[in-house]
């Protein structure tokens, strides 16, 4: 991570969770990162956590679903901080609704944040890097085990459109390497797939458990991951020698029965 410090990151769902984590670990590790988050005001908080850290955390309040937002969010990188040299994107939603009653709502909310939020600011991270003659950059996508086929229980039939967003995450993270290849650019592209995650994401997303569990409930029904261990697995992926392309990375709870 050596290399790393006093580079730039911009973290998409900064404010909690895994998001949060990772900021504040890249911040630990001499990074400039950008947590950028429609509740601004958490990341915020975690910057006066940081105080002392060897790098800085800068907020700024965008909701990467908008293409006005994106632009003006990595414009505010470039005006400030000279432009990216990694993004994470983190930001994502889900909801429980079924394939044959929607509502149609929940899967455009899904598709504008979880694919092509994902994508806009890809795009800008990318023309950041090639303005500035940055080829040893890294996007890693946070994934999920979802993004790698469909549920094989019955009972998760309503988050079928989650799982194929994060299977659209899945064919974009090759697409980029293929187009980077092309290109001859050494820029790296990751996905990286969690099992069960404790985050807040159940609440942010308003999802209702059935059984009217609630989300701790729900969690501790099995094995499940701390927002932590994602954190480290993108330190492990950007540590990795300039040769080396972590392009999946998935991550389990042992004992996760699917």
């Known amino acids: 991570m050596q290399r790393w410090q006093g580079r730039v990151a911009v973290v998409t769902g900064a404010s909690a969770g895994i998001g949060a984590e990772i900021a504040k670990d890249l911040v630990k590790h001499g990074m400039k990162v950008v947590g950028i988050a429609r509740r601004v005001e ?26 006005e937002d994106v632009a003006t969010a990595f414009k505010w990188v470039k005006d400030n901080l000279g432009g990216v040299d990694v993004l994470i994107n983190n930001a994502g ?98 996905s990286l797939s969690p099992g069960t995650v404790r985050t807040d994401i159940i609440e942010a997303s308003g999802i209702k458990i059935k059984g009217g569990l609630t989300p701790k409930e729900m969690y501790d029904q099995g094995p499940s991951l701390e927002s932590e261990d994602i954190s480290q697995g993108v330190l492990y992926v950007l540590g990795t020698p300039p040769h080396v392309q972590v392009h999946e990375l998935t991550i389990k709870p042992v004992g996760e029965p699917f």
């Open 93 to 190: 939603v889900a909801s429980y609704s079924s394939l044959s009653e929607g509502p149609v709502k929940n899967w455009r909310t899904i598709l504008e944040l979880n694919v092509l939020g994902l994508s806009m600011c890809t795009k800008e991270a990318i023309q950041s890097m090639k303005e500035r003659g940055v080829d040893d950059g890294h996007i890693i996508h946070i994934n999920s085990i979802s993004g790698h086929g469909v549920p094989h229980n019955s009972e998760d039939c309503g988050i079928i459109f989650y799982s194929a967003s994060k299977n659209a995450v899945t064919a974009l993270t090759e697409g980029l390497r293929r187009e980077l290849v092309l290109n001859k650019s050494c820029i790296k592209v990751t």
């Open 42 to 67: 958490r990341v915020e908080e975690l910057k006066k956590k940081l105080k002392g850290a060897s790098g800085t955390l800068y907020p700024l309040k965008a909701d990467v679903s908008k293409e």
